[in-house]
């Protein structure tokens, strides 16, 4: 039974042959979509998840890698003549997203079918199996927000994700796994960004031996080199297209 498929695992810079960051998930009868990076429209496509499949998005945060494509796709909606309701989950910035959305003339009244575009901390109400853990991946833009009083909030999630079969992280971009401290026990698969942290800090997931670990938009040299140095037979790095599939009960 397939639980998941990454879509996109290219990193910030564009990567030939790569989409950017997209992560396809059934939990608990929903099919949601984690972030959508440039290419998603087309990899939805290929693995038959477009028009009526889908029942939410959800964006961790709002660099262009992770929410770029979704304009894209809800252009594909519309010209497919989806019909069923889609819910949108967003970090912030709601009515900026939805402004941009008029602007590329994506009139969400002119669809055939309700976009509903909510903040991320609705989640628990709306799809409970899914746990949005705040991050600190855009601490670093606090000086340069304070200097210029932009109105950016700086919100980043990752996610725990329970499937009928599974326990998921879906760690998004991060700077380090210290949020994740009391999530990594209670899970069996850690969808991981590779790239941003330390390379003692994937390690340390890495030992892990019990879990399945994924390592997603590339990784560091100094990751790159340890992988060469230690066991890491629960490890696997990612390429567009993968799936996670478990035995059915």
Not at 35 to 62: F, M, P, R
Not at 106 to 120: A, G, K, N, S, W
Request: charged fraction near 25%; glycine fraction near 4%; aromatic fraction near 8%.
């Amino acid at each position: 039974m397939r639980i998941a498929r990454i879509l996109g695992t290219a990193p910030g810079i564009p990567v030939l042959g790569k989409s950017h960051s997209a992560l396809w998930c059934k939990t608990n009868g929903r099919n949601v979509l984690f972030d959508c990076g440039e290419g998603t429209a087309q990899k939805l496509l290929e693995y038959e998840l477009d028009k009526d499949v889908l029942d939410a998005i959800i964006i961790s945060h709002l660099h262009p890698d992770h929410i770029i494509g979704l304009f894209m796709v809800l252009q594909m909606f519309h010209l497919q003549k989806r019909v069923r309701p889609l819910t949108i989950y967003l970090p912030e910035a709601i009515d900026s997203v939805i402004k941009m959305m008029n602007t590329l003339y994506l009139f969400p009244e002119r669809f055939e079918f309700q976009i509903t575009v909510l903040d991320i901390s609705e989640l628990k109400n709306m799809i409970p199996c899914i746990e949005p853990i705040k991050n600190s991946h855009l601490s670093n833009y606090r000086k340069f927000i304070e200097e210029h009083k932009v109105p950016n909030l700086m919100n980043s999630y990752s996610f725990f994700i329970h499937t009928y079969e599974k326990r998921i992280i879906y760690t998004s971009d991060i700077v380090n796994t210290q949020h994740l401290t009391e999530y990594i026990d209670d899970s069996d698969i850690i969808i991981i960004d590779a790239l941003h942290p330390s390379r003692e800090d994937i390690c340390g997931i890495i030992s892990q031996e019990e879990k399945l670990i994924i390592l997603i938009h590339g990784l560091s040299d100094e990751l790159q080199e340890a992988l060469e140095t230690i066991s890491h037979s629960n490890v696997i790095i990612a390429n567009d297209g993968f799936q996670i599939d478990v035995e059915k009960n």
